[in-house]
Each structure stands twice: as structure tokens, then as C-alpha cells.
């Protein structure tokens, strides 16, 4: 009887939910009457979106007459927004009109495309990947005015709240940024990704990230944070996607070609070519950067091509290919003591330290559109790498560099192939619409690595010396073949046509090994051998688990939206937590991976055309964090210890607002821009449980978080005028377990051991545009503070790594 009621309840529901259901239908086409594929229709009361097939057309069905915004945009069109008012099924003819450049200033140009930024955040599925009731943040490129030749961080993610970056001024040749007390060297705490797929050394094992795709040739940044891990991997960090720019769909060729000139000797130069002809489009580019740094001893240059060449092979089937290369050879003056920094920041003791780094990423994809409702993407991906460090890395920061000694010399080759497929459809359920995300990656690795010494020379000689200097005390080679499958599907269920939930599960096989050995070399007060063996050390990681979550959205009106989501994560031990030997820390032999769970409480959305806002609160736990903690040796001499260092919980209270001063005060000067942004992260930690070995940390703060985490600006504007002033403030953090205070003088740790202080920084930017040509110029860290955001116990260091000083930039771009 009860079943029959339950029955006979549903089947009543589903009828209502069809009363007075209907349909709008239509077809978008160019000024010359042409259909637009591809194009993004947007019906805002409900929050649904649809894309146009070959023919330009669309359809939404299965809903209730009444009142609605459509808004339609794409690529090299200017947004199209209407008022629809009807109770029977509607059939629209919609004409968009093309942004030209003599057209529209950059004022009014920013704002279309602020427009359209506005509307893809809303976004719940984009292609095959699901963003329902996550942590989400999207940084537009193209409307961003800063130094992007040399890939400023604190410029370009801005409006990303709570990162902690790690500023070495090398031109952006590497990215390092953390959140949430995440390390952020390397970026190695996040899933980093271009255009969907892994760009890092070795996704698990070695997840650091030697190259980053240049600001220039990329059209949006998307960060979604650790409930991420379902879909892109376990890491605590979440998900950073570089999308590049997509080929030019109405012309053959285009070419963008940006020149620039900067402080220290920096010159960039950025080429890029795009087009469609036919069924086959492209966007390829090279960029050059080269510069002597404000340290000594700071030389780079690097060369970096990408291409991506598409083909449609029908109206449902596409078949990508896209090609990275990189090249880059940096000289590095090493690290600085407490003392040394304070003193003279521009001082430099290593003449000898270089790094290269070889990168190149191959990838296919496929894909294909079964139906409206049904899209499907697979890709196969191959890496073949290199990074090489050379030089002077005694833990003795203090100490000058012996000409006649070997430098230290550590190669690390990476090999891997991976293939990741997902099935994204559309079905009703109960008269609401649900999405279906179902996948599964296939991840194989082949690194080397060996550690040893190199020659006494000071050119970048990348050779093994080994024969010359047998009883190098620092020696090891190593094969780390490690091999990851996973599978993972999440569904949104829209319970009503206001509140969704979101469930989804991650499962994960992971085996890492590391095979072979190091040398044990034990010399008397003389330098003369007592004993040079080789060790064999070959360990074997190998794990299965299932990564729960759950997220859920609440659309309270269609511009306000409360999200929650709750997702476990697991960090895998790599291997160079497994074997690199490092004079300035030890290895805990015992080290073992270290997993929790992230979860996000918040409100987002806009008033009116006036504030864009996202408050929300966090909470993440680690269980066996991996850090280090500061011990003295049995020689006397202090030293840290990496390992498990115990649980610890971290939370916050991270908020975003974009005020649009201009709407709210000056509506009626229509060249006009000026946004007021604040971007405030508030963070609490402690480690409430530790190892035997980690006592001294029980009760300390989380490393690498500062407790005020602050970026606020203005944007402003007139006609082909864009302008930019940010304010940058990072309290003081914490760089190991136990909270060690800095240590000075002739101590080993000096340099490494110790606080990051605080510090505030400005930067002020301009462009201009006329007609085919670009201006941009700008100062970064205007009021010339001396500081510094790292103390590396490895390179580029050991010690502290210092900032950049006040430093000038001018680009000049031109679009034929």
C-alpha cells in the first residue's frame, strides 16, 4: 500500500512539472545572414545554457511560458541580449553583429567581454567536465591589464582569492603559487593542466611543474579548488587549467605580434598565427625571452612554440592535435642568510649554479557529440622532458663557493604516456534536467633521476664527473617507474529547478617504485676514503582507494547562488620525498602518504550591473601531512626533517567583491571604466596531533600560511585608455612545522630555517590601443620594498631567495 502511494505521489509530481511546459527554439546567424556554430545561448531566469549545432540552430525544451532573458554571444561577436515574453512555443531569428576593431573602444570592449565572463562563471557544465557546487574561479585574460609578457602572478591571478606566491622574477618562467597552506613551489599541490590536459613532470610521483604556457597566447585561467579532486586527481590544491586562445573562426591568418623591453636587460618576444580555413583551424605561436636579472649571476633566455591544429571531421566530430616545446637555461645566484638579506638583497655568492630545462608535451584529442544531449572526449597524451641543476649547494648558505670543488650536479629525465576519456550526458529526471559526467584515465610514467658530481668548470657543463671525483659524497641514481588508473563520475541532480546536488566518487590505483641505489662514502679529516659502497634501495608504494564528495547549489534568484561541497583528498609520496639526498634536510625513512578532506560554504553573484561578490568558508584537514620540522643532528648541527609530521586542520574565510564604481555613480559616461576589486583571504591552522618524532610542532601554525592574505585594486578606463593600480599585503608565515625562528650568523641553517616576514607590494599598469597597434607599460612593485617570499633547502637556493626590486616594462603589440 505504501509503495502504491509512493508510486502514485511521483507520477503526480512529473504530471504537474509538465503542466504548461513549452519550448523556445531558433537560429543564430553573422550580418550576412549566415549561420554561427558554436554560439552560447543563454536563457538567465532558469540558468540554462545550449550551444548551437552547424547550422546555427538551438532549442530548449520542456519549459513554462513566461517571462525571460535570452542572451546570446561568441567569439568575434558582440553579446546579443533580449526580453521574451510568451506562453505558446517560440521560434526566434537572432543576428549577431561582429565586434570590429574600428568599431569599439577597449572600454566598450572590456565590458563585452566582462559580459560574457559574467555569464561562463555561471556555468554548471562546460564540454565534458562538471563545475556544480564547487569552488570555482576563472581569471579572463584577455581584460587584464598587467605584465603579461613576464607572466606576473600577482597581477594575473588577482582575483583569485588566498594564493601564496613565490616571486623569483624570471619572467614567469615558472609557476609557483600555493593556497589553502599548500607549498607553492612548483605549483606542485595542484593539478596543473593545459587545454584538459597534464602539462606537471609526473602527475603523482613528481607532480612539479617546470613549464608554464605564457599569459599571452592564453584566453582564460580556470582554478577550481580540492573538490576538484574527483575529477582531476586526488591533490589538496584542486585544479589549474591554462585554456589558450582558440583559432580565429572568419579569417584565414591572423597575426599578433607583441615586443618587449624591461628592467635588468628583459626582452620578450611573443609571435602567434591563427586561423579557419575550411574544416581545418589552427593557433600557434612562438615566444623568446631572455634578461640578466636584478642579482648577480641571474642570466636566462628560453624558447617556448605551441600548436594547436584542429579538424572538423563533421558536423559532431572533431580531431585536435597540439604540440609544446621548451627550452630554457637560467643562471642561478643561490640563496642568502637573515644577514646577508638584510644587509645587501643583491648580493650573490654562487657564480657557478645553472638550470635547464627541456619540456615537450604531444597530445590528441578526440570529440565527438553522440546527440544535444551527449558529448564524449578522449585524448592521448605523451611527455618527454628533462631538468638538469648544477652547482654550489652546500647547506652553509654563509660559505663562499670553492672554484676547485665539483659542483653537484642532479638530471632527472621524465617519460610518460597517459589517456583520459569522459561521457557527459543530458537526461530528465522526474521533469528535471540531470547531468550524467562518467570517466576514466590511464596514467604510465618512466623517470630517471640520478644525483652525482659535475665538473669543476663554471660554464653550464651538464656532464657526470664521476671518474674525476669518485668519493663525491652525494651520489644515488634511480629509475621510478610509476603507473596510475582511475575511474570517476559525478551526476547533478536538480531536486528543483533551484536547488541541485551534486554527488561523485574518484577510485585510484597508484603504484610508485623506485629502483636502484646511492653510494655510502665515509671520508677521514683528510678527504681520504674510509668507505665508498653502494646501497641498493629499491621500495615499492602500490595503494587502491575510493575519494567520496558531494557538492550542492541553491539558486536563491538568478543572480545569487550558495554552494557547498564536500570532497576527500590524498597526496601520494613522491619520489623525491622517497630518495634525493639533500644536505640541508633528511628523509624520515617511515614517510607515508597523507590524505583528509576539503570542504566550501559560500554565497556568490551580482547586484544589479553594480557588484560582483563571493564570500565563503573553509575547512581542510590533513591526516600524516608531509612536512618538515627542525631537529639537531648528532653532529650538533641543525638540521630538518622530512616526513609525516602529524594531523592538522586549516580554516578560512576567503571573500571576493568587484564593484563597478562607474555604473553605480556615472551610468551615462558610456566610455568610462572604474572597478573597485578586494580580495581577502583569512586563515587559521594548527597541527592538533604529531608524530613521536615531531613533538615540537604539536599545538604550532600550518607552514605557508599567512593569517592576512590581501589584494585590492582599481580598474579604470577611458576610450582606448585602460589603467591599473594593486595593492598586494601577505602577512608573516611560517616555513616549517615547528615555527622556528630565523637563525643568523654562521649557522648552517642560516637562511633556510626561519619566518617569512611580512610584506606589501604595488603595481601600477597602462594600456593603449590605436587602430592595429597596442601600448602597454607599467612598474611592478612601485614603492620598492626589499622582501622575499621563499627559503629553499634545495634550488634555486639553498636560503633566501629575494624579490624583485621596483622594475619597468613596456610592450608594444601589433594585430594584423
Same mark, same amino acid.
Given at each position: 500500500?505504501?509503495?502504491?502511494?509512493?508510486?502514485?505521489?511521483?507520477?503526480?509530481?512529473?504530471?504537474? %512539472?509538465?503542466?504548461?511546459?513549452?519550448?523556445?527554439?531558433?537560429?543564430?546567424?553573422?550580418?550576412?545572414?549566415?549561420?554561427?556554430?558554436?554560439?552560447?545561448?543563454?536563457?538567465? *531566469?532558469?540558468?540554462?545554457?545550449?550551444?548551437?549545432?552547424?547550422?546555427?540552430?538551438?532549442?530548449?525544451?520542456?519549459?513554462?511560458?513566461?517571462?525571460?532573458?535570452?542572451?546570446? #554571444?561568441?567569439?568575434?561577436?558582440?553579446?546579443?541580449?533580449?526580453?521574451?515574453?510568451?506562453?505558446?512555443?517560440?521560434?526566434?531569428?537572432?543576428?549577431?553583429?561582429?565586434?570590429?576593431?574600428?568599431?569599439?573602444?577597449?572600454?566598450?570592449?572590456?565590458?563585452?567581454?566582462?559580459?560574457?565572463?559574467?555569464?561562463?562563471?555561471?556555468?554548471?557544465?562546460? @564540454?565534458?567536465?562538471?563545475?556544480?557546487?564547487?569552488?570555482?574561479?576563472?581569471?579572463?585574460?584577455?581584460?587584464?591589464?598587467?605584465?603579461?609578457?613576464?607572466?606576473?602572478?600577482?597581477?594575473?591571478?588577482?582575483?583569485?582569492?588566498?594564493?601564496?606566491?613565490?616571486?623569483?622574477?624570471?619572467?614567469?618562467?615558472?609557476?609557483?603559487?600555493?593556497?589553502?597552506?599548500?607549498?607553492?613551489?612548483?605549483?606542485?599541490?595542484?593539478?596543473?593542466?593545459?587545454?584538459?590536459?597534464?602539462?606537471?613532470?609526473?602527475?603523482?610521483?613528481?607532480?612539479?611543474?617546470?613549464?608554464?604556457?605564457?599569459?599571452?597566447?592564453?584566453?582564460?585561467?580556470?582554478?577550481?579548488?580540492?573538490?576538484?579532486?574527483?575529477?582531476?586527481?586526488?591533490?589538496?590544491?584542486?585544479?589549474?587549467?591554462?585554456?589558450?586562445?582558440?583559432?580565429?573562426?572568419?579569417?584565414?591568418?591572423?597575426?599578433?605580434?607583441?615586443?618587449?623591453?624591461?628592467?635588468?636587460?628583459?626582452? =620578450?618576444?611573443?609571435?602567434?598565427?591563427?586561423? =579557419?580555413?575550411?574544416?581545418?583551424?589552427?593557433?600557434?605561436?612562438?615566444?623568446?625571452?631572455?634578461?640578466?636579472?636584478?642579482?648577480?649571476?641571474?642570466?636566462?633566455?628560453?624558447?617556448?612554440?605551441?600548436?594547436?591544429?584542429?579538424?572538423?571531421?563533421?558536423?559532431?566530430?572533431?580531431?585536435?592535435?597540439?604540440?609544446?616545446?621548451?627550452?630554457?637555461?637560467?643562471?642561478?645566484?643561490?640563496?642568502?642568510?637573515?644577514?646577508?638579506?638584510?644587509?645587501?638583497?643583491?648580493?650573490?655568492?654562487?657564480?657557478?649554479?645553472?638550470?635547464?630545462?627541456?619540456?615537450?608535451?604531444?597530445?590528441?584529442?578526440?570529440?565527438?557529440?553522440? !546527440?544535444?544531449?551527449?558529448?564524449?572526449?578522449?585524448?592521448?597524451?605523451?611527455?618527454?622532458?628533462?631538468?638538469?641543476?648544477?652547482?654550489?649547494?652546500?647547506?652553509?648558505?654563509?660559505?663562499?663557493?670553492?672554484?676547485?670543488?665539483?659542483?653537484?650536479?642532479?638530471?632527472?629525465?621524465?617519460?610518460?604516456?597517459?589517456?583520459?576519456?569522459?561521457?557527459?550526458?543530458?537526461?530528465?529526471?522526474?521533469?528535471?534536467? %540531470?547531468?550524467?559526467?562518467?570517466?576514466?584515465?590511464?596514467?604510465?610514467?618512466?623517470?630517471?633521476?640520478?644525483?652525482?658530481?659535475?665538473?669543476?668548470?663554471?660554464?653550464?657543463?651538464?656532464?657526470?664527473?664521476?671518474?674525476? #671525483?669518485?668519493?663525491?659524497?652525494?651520489?644515488?641514481?634511480?629509475?621510478?617507474?610509476?603507473?596510475?588508473?582511475?575511474?570517476? @563520475? *559525478?551526476?547533478?541532480?536538480?531536486?528543483?529547478?533551484?536547488?541541485?546536488? =551534486?554527488? @561523485?566518487?574518484?577510485?585510484?590505483?597508484?603504484?610508485?617504485?623506485?629502483?636502484?641505489?646511492?653510494?655510502?662514502?665515509?671520508?677521514?679529516?683528510?678527504?681520504?676514503?674510509?668507505?665508498?659502497? *653502494?646501497?641498493?634501495?629499491?621500495?615499492?608504494?602500490?595503494?587502491?582507494?575510493?575519494?567520496?564528495?558531494?557538492?550542492?547549489?541553491?539558486?536563491?534568484?538568478?543572480?545569487?547562488?550558495?554552494?557547498?561541497?564536500?570532497?576527500?583528498?590524498?597526496?601520494?609520496?613522491?619520489?623525491?620525498?622517497?630518495?634525493?639526498?639533500?644536505? !640541508?634536510?633528511?628523509?624520515?625513512?617511515?614517510?607515508?602518504?597523507?590524505?583528509?578532506?576539503?570542504?566550501?560554504?559560500?554565497?556568490?553573484?551580482?547586484?544589479?550591473?553594480?557588484?560582483?561578490?563571493?564570500?565563503?568558508?573553509?575547512?581542510?584537514?590533513?591526516?600524516?601531512?608531509?612536512?618538515?620540522?627542525?631537529?639537531?643532528?648528532?653532529? @650538533?648541527?641543525?638540521?630538518?626533517?622530512?616526513?609525516?609530521?602529524?594531523?592538522?586542520?586549516?580554516?578560512?574565510?576567503?571573500?571576493?567583491?568587484?564593484?563597478?564604481?562607474?555604473?553605480?555613480?556615472?551610468?551615462?559616461?558610456?566610455?568610462?571604466?572604474?572597478?573597485?576589486?578586494?580580495?581577502?583571504?583569512?586563515?587559521? %591552522?594548527?597541527?592538533?596531533?604529531?608524530?613521536?618524532?615531531?613533538?615540537?610542532?604539536?599545538?604550532?601554525?600550518?607552514? #605557508?600560511?599567512?593569517?592576512?592574505?590581501?589584494?585590492?585594486?582599481?580598474?579604470?578606463?577611458?576610450?582606448?585608455?585602460?589603467?591599473?593600480?594593486?595593492?598586494?599585503?601577505?602577512?608573516?608565515?611560517?616555513?616549517?612545522?615547528?615555527?622556528?625562528?630565523?637563525?643568523?650568523?654562521?649557522?648552517?641553517?642560516?637562511?633556510?630555517?626561519?619566518?617569512?616576514? %611580512?610584506?606589501?607590494?604595488?603595481?601600477?599598469?597602462?594600456?593603449?590601443?590605436?587602430?592595429?597597434?597596442?601600448?602597454?607599460?607599467?612598474?611592478?612593485?612601485?614603492?620598492?620594498?626589499?622582501?622575499?617570499?621563499?627559503?629553499?633547502?634545495?634550488?634555486?637556493?639553498?636560503?633566501?631567495?629575494?624579490?624583485?626590486?621596483?622594475?619597468?616594462? =613596456?610592450?608594444?603589440?601589433?594585430?594584423?
Amino acid at each position: 500500500m505504501r509503495l502504491r502511494a509512493y508510486s502514485f505521489f511521483v507520477i503526480l509530481l512529473c504530471t504537474l %512539472s509538465l503542466v504548461g511546459q513549452t519550448q523556445i527554439s531558433g537560429r543564430v546567424l553573422d550580418q550576412s545572414g549566415r549561420p554561427i556554430p558554436e554560439a552560447e545561448v543563454y536563457l538567465k *531566469e532558469p540558468q540554462i545554457l545550449r550551444m548551437t549545432d552547424e547550422d546555427g540552430r538551438f532549442l530548449f525544451n520542456e519549459i513554462s511560458g513566461g517571462k525571460y532573458t535570452l542572451i546570446v #554571444f561568441a567569439l568575434e561577436f558582440q553579446v546579443y541580449e533580449r526580453e521574451l515574453l510568451f506562453s505558446d512555443a517560440l521560434e526566434v531569428e537572432i543576428g549577431l553583429q561582429p565586434i570590429g576593431e574600428q568599431q569599439l573602444d577597449e572600454v566598450t570592449l572590456t565590458q563585452e567581454r566582462e559580459k560574457v565572463f559574467a555569464l561562463q562563471k555561471l556555468k554548471t557544465v562546460e @564540454g565534458t567536465a562538471i563545475y556544480a557546487g564547487k569552488k570555482s574561479e576563472v581569471v579572463l585574460v584577455e581584460n587584464l591589464t598587467g605584465n603579461l609578457a613576464a607572466n606576473n602572478p600577482r597581477q594575473i591571478y588577482n582575483q583569485v582569492v588566498g594564493l601564496n606566491i613565490f616571486d623569483y622574477g624570471d619572467a614567469g618562467l615558472q609557476l609557483n603559487i600555493g593556497g589553502r597552506g599548500l607549498d607553492p613551489n612548483r605549483t606542485a599541490n595542484f593539478n596543473v593542466r593545459q587545454n584538459g590536459y597534464d602539462i606537471s613532470a609526473d602527475a603523482l610521483g613528481y607532480p612539479e611543474s617546470y613549464y608554464t604556457p605564457p599569459a599571452e597566447a592564453l584566453s582564460e585561467i580556470q582554478v577550481v579548488r580540492g573538490a576538484a579532486s574527483l575529477q582531476y586527481g586526488p591533490q589538496f590544491g584542486g585544479l589549474i587549467n591554462f585554456k589558450f586562445k582558440k583559432p580565429h573562426r572568419t579569417k584565414k591568418i591572423e597575426l599578433v605580434s607583441r615586443q618587449t623591453l624591461g628592467s635588468f636587460d628583459l626582452f =620578450t618576444s611573443f609571435n602567434s598565427l591563427s586561423g =579557419t580555413v575550411g574544416k581545418f583551424s589552427y593557433y600557434t605561436y612562438f615566444n623568446y625571452k631572455e634578461g640578466s636579472g636584478f642579482r648577480p649571476n641571474s642570466d636566462f633566455n628560453s624558447r617556448n612554440y605551441f600548436g594547436h591544429f584542429g579538424y572538423a571531421l563533421s558536423d559532431k566530430t572533431t580531431l585536435t592535435f597540439e604540440a609544446t616545446l621548451l627550452n630554457y637555461l637560467a643562471k642561478q645566484p643561490g640563496g642568502l642568510t637573515d644577514l646577508q638579506f638584510q644587509e645587501n638583497p643583491d648580493f650573490s655568492n654562487r657564480d657557478r649554479n645553472w638550470f635547464n630545462v627541456d619540456w615537450n608535451v604531444f597530445t590528441l584529442r578526440l570529440e565527438h557529440k553522440f !546527440s544535444p544531449a551527449t558529448d564524449f572526449s578522449t585524448y592521448i597524451s605523451t611527455l618527454d622532458a628533462s631538468r638538469k641543476a648544477l652547482g654550489f649547494r652546500i647547506n652553509r648558505v654563509f660559505q663562499e663557493d670553492d672554484p676547485a670543488e665539483p659542483r653537484e650536479l642532479l638530471v632527472d629525465d621524465f617519460q610518460s604516456i597517459s589517456a583520459e576519456s569522459r561521457l557527459l550526458t543530458r537526461y530528465s529526471l522526474s521533469g528535471e534536467n %540531470s547531468v550524467l559526467l562518467i570517466g576514466a584515465k590511464y596514467y604510465q610514467a618512466f623517470n630517471e633521476q640520478r644525483q652525482g658530481p659535475g665538473t669543476a668548470a663554471a660554464n653550464a657543463d651538464f656532464t657526470f664527473a664521476d671518474g674525476q #671525483f669518485p668519493n663525491y659524497e652525494r651520489q644515488s641514481q634511480f629509475d621510478f617507474p610509476n603507473r596510475n588508473v582511475a575511474v570517476f @563520475g *559525478e551526476n547533478i541532480f536538480n531536486i528543483t529547478d533551484k536547488f541541485s546536488v =551534486t554527488p @561523485g566518487f574518484r577510485w585510484e590505483y597508484i603504484k610508485t617504485e623506485s629502483e636502484g641505489g646511492f653510494r655510502r662514502i665515509v671520508l677521514d679529516l683528510a678527504g681520504n676514503p674510509l668507505l665508498n659502497e *653502494e646501497i641498493p634501495d629499491n621500495r615499492t608504494f602500490e595503494r587502491n582507494f575510493l575519494l567520496l564528495g558531494i557538492g550542492a547549489s541553491f539558486k536563491a534568484s538568478p543572480s545569487i547562488e550558495l554552494y557547498a561541497n564536500f570532497s576527500e583528498n590524498y597526496r601520494s609520496v613522491t619520489f623525491n620525498d622517497i630518495r634525493v639526498i639533500n644536505p !640541508s634536510f633528511v628523509v624520515d625513512e617511515s614517510i607515508s602518504d597523507e590524505d583528509g578532506f576539503t570542504a566550501d560554504l559560500g554565497i556568490r553573484g551580482r547586484w544589479k550591473d553594480h557588484l560582483v561578490y563571493d564570500i565563503s568558508a573553509f575547512g581542510l584537514a590533513y591526516r600524516d601531512r608531509i612536512g618538515e620540522a627542525q631537529f639537531t643532528d648528532v653532529d @650538533g648541527s641543525v638540521k630538518r626533517r622530512r616526513g609525516n609530521v602529524g594531523d592538522a586542520f586549516i580554516v578560512g574565510l576567503e571573500t571576493f567583491a568587484d564593484w563597478n564604481v562607474k555604473e553605480l555613480l556615472f551610468p551615462s559616461l558610456e566610455k568610462v571604466k572604474l572597478n573597485y576589486f578586494v580580495n581577502l583571504a583569512l586563515t587559521d %591552522s594548527e597541527y592538533t596531533d604529531v608524530a613521536e618524532n615531531s613533538n615540537n610542532a604539536l599545538g604550532k601554525k600550518v607552514e #605557508f600560511i599567512p593569517e592576512i592574505n590581501m589584494k585590492m585594486g582599481l580598474n579604470f578606463g577611458y576610450g582606448n585608455l585602460l589603467g591599473s593600480l594593486q595593492y598586494t599585503y601577505i602577512s608573516e608565515q611560517f616555513t616549517d612545522a615547528t615555527n622556528a625562528d630565523p637563525l643568523f650568523g654562521n649557522d648552517p641553517g642560516a637562511g633556510v630555517v626561519g619566518i617569512i616576514p %611580512s610584506y606589501d607590494i604595488m603595481d601600477f599598469s597602462f594600456s593603449y590601443t590605436w587602430k592595429k597597434l597596442k601600448l602597454e607599460t607599467g612598474i611592478n612593485n612601485l614603492l620598492d620594498n626589499s622582501y622575499f617570499t621563499r627559503r629553499a633547502t634545495g634550488y634555486p637556493g639553498p636560503g633566501i631567495i629575494p624579490a624583485e626590486p621596483r622594475t619597468f616594462y =613596456t610592450t608594444l603589440q601589433l594585430k594584423l
